[in-house]
């Protein structure tokens, strides 16, 4: 090893995008005609974009060229095969099932598997997950442990399940619980790591029970990476060593390859009951496509395929989590409040304890990102009151939490870039008594978060 301390980004850049530049005034008036909604912008208004680490990725020249290469034929395509090879090797699971993208593969297993009044437990159910359970007449319920919901208090593994709750579940209600689900890494709780010790927990209580274990794996490479960095015994494994692993404890996943497959669309469930798969694909038929394509172009398979590869490589895991914990710490050292120890893919802001002054039902998340985003141009999302607040019945109360999340894309920006994020954030954060609520003028029953209209109070 080389005596140098500084992590670079191990790619260099082959082909750039210039960005326009807006200024203040465009942006107050962008964010005006967005009804105050920044899923409502036109992202040529955005200057940084931190929405999502979803299908926001740069490719890798190698996946550029694997493009070209694709067949795109509409049954038994080649590209499927090295897709379904790639996968199967990480996984281990017998049937691999393409999907446009990872809710796809969540509406077709629960559409399949889920009865009205069961339950679904999860460390936390992404919004995708939690809707498409609750569409079925089932129960999204999270079971992160205590640590998980609280922002301050450092844990590596945030993202753990509490085996007690979910043994208790089991015990007592456990005809009504058709699956039991783990979210890697717990992008609703904070981008948090599950650990080993944990998921090896979830798999004997699923034997005990009799329960098929399901991931949400959209970042299992991120997941494995922290695996490495902090379980003991763990440090001299290879991440995809780890991820093997951790896939070989579960009975089928869902995920999203927007994420850890580096690619701009796509996904896949997989799965071993040979039952429960021939259901699946009779649906994907109906709704995705051809069970060798699912919604997806040959050359998509192929971009996913070398993905996989790529996104368990270590230089590019190294640069990943640190780029996600050099902007943590230096938010932090300013005193802006954030979910600590920071996750893999985002950094998350506590605006409820940073704007103590707006009540959550005036949503104090989107009053800091609708700011960072006049003063900076920067985009970030809500995960709080306005994402989770309404409940079944239509009434509101506040979601546990009141973040706004800052994903970064994988391999998209710079450190410069970085440190202008780092800056705004801060610039912000200065000014916070200045910031006001909001109130929902009109919003949706399902998702409302895309396409709700604010008013600011
Ligand atoms: N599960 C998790 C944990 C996710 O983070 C997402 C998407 C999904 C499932 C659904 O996957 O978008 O391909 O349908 N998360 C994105 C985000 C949208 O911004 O965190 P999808």
Not at 299 to 326: N, Q
Not at 390 to 399: I, L, T, V
Request: aromatic fraction near 8%.
């Amino acid at each position: 090893m080389h005596p140098f301390h500084t992590i670079i980004e191990p790619f260099r850049i082959k082909s750039v995008e210039t960005w326009k530049f807006t200024t203040r005034d465009e942006r107050v008036a962008a964010l005006a005609r967005a009804r105050h909604n920044v899923f409502q912008l036109a992202a040529e208004d955005v200057l940084i974009d931190l929405l999502t680490d979803s299908g926001t990725g740069a490719m890798s020249s190698a996946q550029w060229g694997a493009l070209i290469n694709s067949d795109e034929s509409y049954a038994g395509s080649r590209s499927f095969y090295r897709f379904e090879a790639v996968v199967r090797d990480l996984t281990g699971f017998t049937h691999i099932i393409p999907t446009h993208q990872g809710r796809a593969a969540e509406r077709i297993l629960f559409h399949t598997i889920l009865h009205p009044g069961q339950i679904v437990p999860n460390n936390n159910h992404f919004d995708t997950t939690r809707a498409n359970i609750e569409v079925e007449d089932a129960e999204a319920r999270d079971l992160v442990i205590a640590e998980g919901r609280q922002p301050s208090v450092i844990h590596p593994f945030k993202g753990n399940i509490d085996l007690a709750a979910l043994e208790a579940l089991l015990d007592r209600d456990g005809d009504r619980v058709p699956l039991v689900m783990v979210t890697v890494t717990n992008n609703s709780g904070g981008g948090q790591p599950v650990s080993l010790a944990n998921l090896r927990g979830v798999r004997a209580l699923c034997d005990r029970y009799k329960k098929p274990f399901f991931l949400d794996a959209c970042r299992f490479a991120e997941n494995a990476w922290f695996i490495k960095q902090r379980e003991e015994g763990q440090a001299d494994r290879t991440p995809k060593a780890i991820a093997r692993e951790v896939f070989g404890l579960a009975d089928g996943c869902t995920m999203s390859a927007k994420k850890d497959g580096l690619a701009n669309i796509g996904g896949f469930l997989a799965m071993n009951s040979d039952e429960w798969a021939e259901q699946c694909r009779n649906l994907l038929i109906l709704t995705e496509g051809f069970p060798t394509y699912g919604g997806l172009a040959g050359y998509d398979l192929e971009a996913i395929a070398r993905g996989l590869e790529e996104v368990v490589e270590e230089p590019y895991l190294r640069y990943r989590i640190r780029s996600t914990a050099y902007l943590a710490e230096k938010i932090a050292a300013a005193d802006v409040p954030i979910i600590q120890p920071p996750g893999g893919h985002a950094v998350y802001i506590d605006a409820r304890s940073m704007l103590p002054h707006i009540p959550p039902l005036q949503y104090p998340g989107i009053a800091l990102l609708n700011a960072l985003y006049v003063e900076a141009g920067v985009r970030g999302v809500e995960i709080g009151t306005v994402m989770f607040g309404r409940q079944p019945d239509g009434s509101e109360r506040p979601a546990e939490m009141d973040l706004v999340r800052l994903a970064i894309p994988r391999r998209v920006y710079t450190q410069s870039h970085i440190d202008y994020v780092a800056e705004a954030v801060i610039y912000v954060a200065k000014m916070r008594e200045q910031l006001r609520g909001y109130r929902i003028t009109s919003a949706p029953k399902v998702l409302r978060h895309f396409t709700a209209a604010f008013d600011p109070l």
